[in-house]
């Protein structure tokens, strides 16, 4: 499958209105708002991946003892389509997203999507449904590749029969309003992930383990979670979603170590390389959560901030750790964060040059 092109096209009898998606799109949101169409295709064993197609969006016939409802084989990613000011539909190292699936699937003993499968999908369904891109700077087509365990079989043991997705959603920014610094609570009891464990994959359970975690932050009057590793409780990981960098006063820039536990963000990885570029010192090691506050307090630590496809970057202006708390800067979003943030929008949007060649052009 060398492209969108090689996907077979079943258009949507019934799709959405023009007039009904221009209202749809006035405020999208994130995550609610879909287009008509998704990608599709099979894998069974002794004939691998097979009936690739765009078809209409909607639900799916699956059996009740479909394996990933048992036993949670399944991964997903997560990219953007931006449309540029020039008008080229783009997108932003999708080849990252398609290695990431390949890393995620083999944790999980499920089958490897090439990189001609994975992009050619969401060429062929950005393609079908690029009316959907919502209007204004943060506008975009959010993009959920995703595969899934549907043999039917109730034994413990990779199954031989997968489906592979991809959805599209008309999506705004992350966080309503202008950007801001958000609080962050601290989960002392609960781990997103522990050494051996999934942590490294992008696979639904690692989401549905945060869960519990992020509802008491929120109850705590916090916007994200934030976890700790597993063994000692002691040293920062990451977000719910996102990934954690802290900026300190000699300009370095310090994030925690990818060992397994941390999902390696597409987004991390494209602002190390933005800061290295301009001469910042980054490292990767680990920063415990009594020096985070420490160095909050004492002035060393500047800003902190998240990052991920969804949000981009975001600041953390403030940390609730039990019936502690304390405020990272002045508590509203940093230079160094903004500074970042702007300069990889800009690239992500055909609007500034691309030296590392990140880009890849749809039509």
């Known amino acids: 499958m060398a492209d969108g092109s090689d996907f077979e096209f079943a258009a949507n009898s019934a799709p959405v209105s023009a007039e009904d998606r221009a209202a749809m799109l006035t405020e999208p949101g994130f995550g609610r708002v ?7 295709a099979e894998w069974t064993e002794g004939r691998g991946w097979h009936s690739a197609r765009v078809m209409p969006r909607g639900p799916l016939s699956l059996d009740p003892a479909a ?7 399944e991964i997903f ?3 953007k389509a931006y449309r540029t000011e020039t008008g080229d539909t783009v997108l932003f190292r999708p080849d990252a997203n398609a290695a990431r699936f390949r890393k995620s699937a083999e944790r999980l003993a499920m089958p490897m999507v090439s990189d001609d499968l994975f992009i050619g999908a969401i060429e062929a369904l950005v393609k079908a449904d690029r009316d959907w891109f919502p209007a204004g700077p943060e ?3 959010y993009l959920r590749p995703f595969m899934f365990a549907s043999e039917a079989f109730l034994g413990v043991r990779p199954a031989k029969e997968y489906r592979f997705l991809v959805l599209a959603s008309s999506v705004a920014g992350y966080f309503k309003g202008a950007p801001k610094a958000i609080t962050i609570g601290v989960s002392r009891n609960l781990n997103r992930a522990g050494p051996g464990g999934t942590g490294a994959a992008k ?3 690692n989401y549905a383990a945060s869960l519990v975690a992020q509802a008491e932050a929120i109850e705590h009057g916090c916007d994200q979670v934030v976890f700790l590793d597993a063994v000692e409780h002691r ?10 960098f802290f900026v300190f006063d000699d300009g370095s820039i310090l994030t925690p170590p990818l060992d397994g536990t941390i999902l390696p963000g597409i987004t991390r990885d494209s602002l190390m390389t933005l800061a290295r570029d301009e001469g910042v010192v980054v490292r990767e090691e ?10 909050a307090a004492s002035g060393r630590l500047r800003e902190s901030f998240a990052c991920g496809t969804a949000a981009v970057v975001t600041s953390i202006g403030k940390v609730v750790d039990g ?15 903004q500074a970042l943030r702007e300069r990889l929008v800009a690239i992500q949007r055909g609007q500034s040059n691309d030296p590392h060649g990140w880009l890849k052009r749809l039509f």
């Open 203 to 205: 696979c639904g359970g």
């Open 286 to 295: 680990r920063y415990a959560i009594d020096q985070w506050q420490a160095d």
């Open 323 to 337: 019936d502690t708390s304390f405020i990272i800067g002045d508590g509203g979003p940093g230079p160094v964060t």
């Open 34 to 40: 879909f287009t008509d169409h998704m990608a599709s």
């Open 235 to 244: 040293f920062v990981e990451e977000l719910g979603g996102m990934n954690t």
């Open 77 to 79: 990613e997560g990219l």
């Open 139 to 141: 506008g975009a087509l």
């Open 67 to 73: 394996a990933v409802l048992h036993y949670a084989q």
